[in-house]
C-alpha cells in the first residue's frame, strides 16, 4: 500500500512540475497560416468552351466571376453549387450582367464540350461552361489550389473535388471564397462587394 502511495505522490509531482514548466516557458505560437493573395492564386488560363474552340481567361475580363470547379454526371454538390449561384445572382438585384458565373469541369474525360454545354442550360441563368485536355484542367487545377480525385464506383467511377467557389473581380483578382455550408446573407453581402 506503500508503495502505491509513494507512486501516486510521485506522480502528482510529475503533473506540478509539467504546469510549472508549461507556464514559465509557454509554447511558440504556430506560424500563421498563409493567406492567398491576387497576386498569388488564380492566374491565366486556357480551356475548351462549349462551342469546342480555345476559351481564353482574358474574356472574362472587365467583369467579376464566381468559378466553380465540378463535373455533369455530379449527383448532388455541383448542381445543387451552381443553381445557387444562378439564385443569388437574382437576389443580388443587379441582372445576369452583375457577375459571370464559371464552371470548369474536373473529368475531361466525361465532359467534352457538348456535355457542359447541355450541363450549362439547366440552371435558367447563363453559366460559362469550360472543359479541356486532362494536361489543361491539371494546369488550372493547381493554378486555382483545386483537389480532384476519380473515385471508382461500381463500372463506373465519381469525382471527389473541393467544393468552394472563388469569387474574383472584374481584373482577375481573388476576393473571396463562397462554401457549401456558408449561408446566403453572408454569401451575398460577399457578391455585393464583388459587384460594387
Avoid at 465519381?158 to 476576393?175: I, P
Wanted: with cysteine; proline share 7%; hydrophobic share 40%.
Amino acid at each position: 500500500m506503500r508503495r502505491i502511495r509513494v507512486l501516486i505522490w510521485i506522480l502528482v509531482a510529475l503533473a506540478l512540475i509539467g504546469t510549472g514548466v508549461l507556464l514559465v516557458y509557454p509554447r511558440t505560437p504556430t506560424q500563421p497560416t498563409a493567406t492567398i493573395t491576387s497576386t498569388s492564386f488564380g492566374g491565366p488560363f486556357t480551356l475548351v468552351g462549349t462551342d469546342g474552340q480555345p476559351f481564353a481567361s482574358s474574356r472574362l475580363s472587365g467583369k467579376p466571376y464566381a468559378i466553380f470547379f465540378g463535373f455533369t454526371h455530379c449527383p448532388d454538390v455541383c448542381p445543387t453549387a451552381l443553381a445557387r449561384l444562378a439564385q443569388l445572382r437574382k437576389q443580388l438585384g443587379r441582372g445576369e450582367d452583375a457577375f459571370n458565373i464559371v464552371f470548369v469541369s474536373v473529368d475531361p474525360e466525361r465532359d467534352g464540350p457538348k456535355e457542359v454545354a447541355s450541363y450549362a442550360t439547366a440552371f435558367g441563368s447563363p453559366v460559362i461552361a469550360l472543359t479541356g485536355s486532362p494536361a489543361q484542367i491539371d494546369k488550372v487545377k493547381k493554378r486555382y489550389a483545386i483537389f480532384s480525385e476519380k473515385v471508382p464506383q461500381g463500372d463506373t467511377y465519381t469525382v471527389d473535388h473541393s467544393a468552394a467557389v472563388l469569387l474574383f473581380d472584374r481584373n482577375g483578382g481573388f476576393k473571396a471564397t463562397i462554401s457549401a455550408e456558408e449561408q446566403d446573407g453572408p454569401a451575398l453581402d460577399k457578391l455585393r462587394q464583388l459587384t460594387a
